[in-house]
C-alpha cells in the first residue's frame, strides 16, 4: 500500500518532468489518547507540515492505536499500513539493540528536557542506530522523554516490605531490574493496556509520568501515586517515518518535516512538565492519594540505580554483542550533562524555546537530500 498519497493530475501530467512536488496525503499512528501532551504534539507536526509544505502535504492523524498498535508499528510502517507512527524501540530488543543501549539507560534520568535532547543527539549521531533503523525500515525523527516515572494504580507502598509481591508494569529493561530487585513482579504490557491492567487487577501499578492522568486517562482508574521517581522515559519515535514513504518525499518536502518534527516533540515533552503540576490538582479533587516513601525506601531505590548503569551494560553485551559498550554509555552520560547544562535556563513549559534548541543544536544540521535514504 502505497502512502495514501493524491497524485493530482496537474502535477502528474506537467510536474513530473519539470521535479514539482506531487500532493500526498500522510496517515500519522498515535497510541496515545486524543486528548494531552502527546496529542497536542501530533496535531502541531499535522498543521505544519501541511503548513510548511504550502499544502502539498496533507497529514492525517489517527489516535488512540486504531490504525496500529505498538506492536504492529514495526512492520506496519514500511509495508504502507501507516505512515507515520509511535515506534517502541524497547518493544524490540533484537531489532534495535544500539538504540535500547541508552533507552534502558533513563532510570538515571529526573529531567525530561534533558533526557529528550541527549538522546536526539546521540541517536543522530550514531551511524549503527541509524542502520538498524533503516535495516526495519524507519527514519528516526526524533524521542521524547517523559516527567519522572511513579508507580500509579490502586496499591500504595512506603517501604521496602510494600513493594514484594506487588505487580508492576515497566517501561525499560532496567525498570523491570529495578523491581525484581525489591522482590516486585515485572509485567511487561504496552502502557496502552495499563487502563485495562489496572482495572481488572492484572497489575497493581504502571510505572507511568503523571502526564499519562490525561494521555492514557490513568485518572480514572488510579486510587494512588507513589511518589518515588524510577528514572523517565525516553524509548520512543512518535514522528518514526516509513523509509519507502520518506524516500518518496521531494528534498523540500522532506526539508519541511525535518523543521516541523522536532518542535512537535517538543510540544508534547513541555506538555508533560505543564501536566504534571495538573495532574496533581487533579490527584487532590478526586481523592487520589500522593503517597510519599519512607526514608528508607528512597535511599534504597537511588542506591540501586546508581548500579544499574552497569548492570545494563553487562545486560547488552551479554545478550546483543555489542561493541564498544562502554565508550557508547559514556558518550551517552557526558551528552545528559551537556543538555542540563543547555536547557538549565530556558522556559521549561515553552515549545518554542525548546523547539529552537533541538533544531539549532541538532536538526539545522542535517542534510534532507541524504538523510534517511
Known amino acids: 500500500m ?40 501530533y496535531n502541531y507536526f499535522a498543521e505544519n507540515v501541511e503548513k510548511e509544505t504550502n499544502g ?27 505512515d507515520v507512527g509511535f515506534l517502541l524501540p524497547p518493544y524490540f530488543p533484537a531489532e534495535f539493540p544500539e538504540f535500547n ?45 517523559a516527567t519522572a516515572y511513579y508507580g500509579q494504580g490502586r496499591k500504595a507502598y512506603r517501604t521496602v516490605d510494600d513493594l514484594k509481591g506487588t505487580k508492576i508494569r515497566t517501561a525499560t529493561a532496567a525498570q523491570g531490574r529495578w523491581a525484581e530487585h525489591f522482590g516486585a ?5 504496552s502502557g496502552t493496556e495499563a487502563f485495562e491492567a489496572i482495572s481488572t487487577g492484572t497489575i497493581d501499578v504502571t510505572l507511568a509520568a503523571l502526564a499519562e492522568f490525561f494521555n492514557l486517562n490513568l485518572a480514572e482508574v488510579n486510587t494512588h501515586v507513589n511518589m ?33 518534527a522536532p518542535y512537535g516533540v517538543a510540544t508534547i515533552v513541555t506538555g508533560y512538565v505543564r501536566d504534571e503540576d495538573r495532574a496533581k490538582e487533579v490527584a487532590k479533587e478526586r481523592g487520589i492519594e500522593l503517597v510519599e516513601p519512607s526514608a528508607e525506601l528512597k535511599a534504597a531505590s537511588d542506591a540501586y540505580i546508581a548500579t544499574d548503569v552497569k548492570l545494563g551494560l553487562e545486560e547488552a553485551e551479554r545478550t546483543t554483542g555489542i561493541d564498544d559498550g562502554q565508550a557508547k554509555v559514556d ?43
Open 331 to 373: 558518550r551517552y552520560l557526558a551528552l545528559i550533562e551537556k543538555w542540563k547544562k543547555l536547557t538549565a535556563n530556558i522556559d521549561r513549559t515553552s515549545p518554542q524555546a525548546f523547539g529552537d534548541l533541538l533544531w539549532n543544536e541538532i536538526w539545522s544540521k542535517i542534510d534532507p537530500k541524504s538523510y534517511g535514504l
Open 101 to 145: 543501549l541508552v533507552a534502558n539507560m533513563a532510570i538515571v534520568g529526573d529531567d525530561a528536557l534533558a533526557m529528550t535532547g541527549a538522546i536526539h543527539e546521540y541517536i543522530t549521531s550514531c551511524e549503527p542506530c541509524l542502520t538498524e533503523h533503516a535495516r526495519h525500515g524507519h527514519v528516526y525523527l526524533g524521542s521524547y522523554s
Open 228 to 260: 518515588l521517581p524510577v528514572g523517565v522515559f525516553n524509548g520512543n519515535s512518535p514522528f518514526s517515518f516509513g523509509a519507502p514513504q520518506w524516500s518518496e518525499l521531494t528534498d523540500s518536502q522532506r526539508a519541511a518535516v525535518l523543521r516541523v
Open 2 to 41: 502505497k502512502l495514501g498519497r493524491i497524485l493530482a493530475s496537474a502535477a502528474l501530467t506537467a510536474g513530473l518532468a519539470a521535479g514539482t512536488a506531487n500532493a500526498m496525503e500522510l496517515k500519522v499512528s498515535s497510541i496515545l489518547a486524543p486528548q494531552g501532551a502527546g496529542a497536542e504534539g
Open 56 to 82: 502539498e502535504v496533507t497529514v492525517q492523524v489517527l489516535h488512540g492505536g486504531v490504525l496500529l498498535t505498538p506492536l504492529q508499528m514495526l512492520s506496519g510502517l514500511p509495508d504502507g499500513v501507516g
Open 185 to 189: 513482579v515485572r509485567v511487561a504490557i
